[in-house]
């Protein structure tokens, strides 16, 4: 018997949440499908101009006024001397001599005639049996390497 009355207390509460939730969507205005939306009234206009006024204004005003997300343009930028753009001369360690694919380790990587470092500052030109030619790929000067050894 107790169990048969709980299951009608249950089911009484869960009508009356149910007619609760229904009561509370009759409140609001149904549109048909495809209708156009209402225009807001003048208190929704003040909303609305609020918060667009809200999003367009910055979050933290900065001390010096600079936008931090702004890349710098040509005349900001600090202008570099020509002594910070000389690279230091790449080290040549091995050839290994091949006359079909001659291959040279610079700087520790692997390369042949015609690759780009893996920086791309340099292309190897041409791989000779005692040296190596690359042309740097910013100033376009060649400079012929040694091999380590021969030093």
Same mark, same amino acid.
């Given at each position: 018997?107790?169990?048969?009355?709980?299951?009608?207390?249950?089911?009484?509460?869960?009508?009356?949440?149910?007619?609760?939730?229904?009561?509370?969507?009759?409140?609001?205005?149904?549109? #048909?499908?495809?209708?156009?939306?209402?225009?807001?009234?003048?208190?929704?206009?003040?909303?609305?101009?609020?918060?667009?006024?809200?999003?367009?204004?910055?979050?933290?005003?900065?001390?010096?006024?600079?936008?931090?997300?702004?890349?710098?343009?040509?005349?900001?930028? #600090?202008?570099?001397?020509?002594?910070?753009?000389?690279?230091?001369?790449?080290?040549? @360690?091995?050839?290994? %001599?091949?006359?079909?694919?001659?291959?040279?380790?610079?700087?520790?990587?692997?390369?042949?005639?015609?690759?780009?470092? @893996?920086?791309?500052?340099?292309?190897?030109?041409?791989?000779?049996?005692?040296?190596?030619?690359?042309?740097?790929?910013?100033?376009?000067?060649?400079? %012929?390497?040694? @091999?380590?050894?021969?030093?």
């Amino acid at each position: 018997m107790k169990v048969e009355n709980g299951m009608l207390v249950i089911s009484i509460l869960s009508l009356l949440i149910c007619a609760l939730f229904w009561y509370r969507l009759s409140q609001f205005d149904k549109l #048909p499908v495809g209708a156009p939306a209402p225009l807001p009234s003048s208190s929704q206009e003040e909303e609305v101009t609020l918060e667009k006024e809200i999003e367009t204004s910055a979050a933290i005003e900065l001390p010096s006024g600079r936008d931090v997300f702004r890349l710098p343009q040509q005349e900001d930028r #600090p202008k570099t001397s020509p002594a910070s753009t000389i690279q230091p001369t790449p080290t040549l @360690s091995t050839i290994c %001599w091949d006359k079909k694919t001659p291959l040279a380790i610079i700087d520790g990587q692997i390369l042949a005639e015609g690759d780009l470092d @893996s920086k791309s500052q340099y292309r190897v030109e041409l791989i000779m049996p005692d040296k190596a030619k690359i042309k740097f790929l910013n100033t376009g000067k060649s400079v %012929w390497l040694l @091999s380590s050894v021969e030093k």
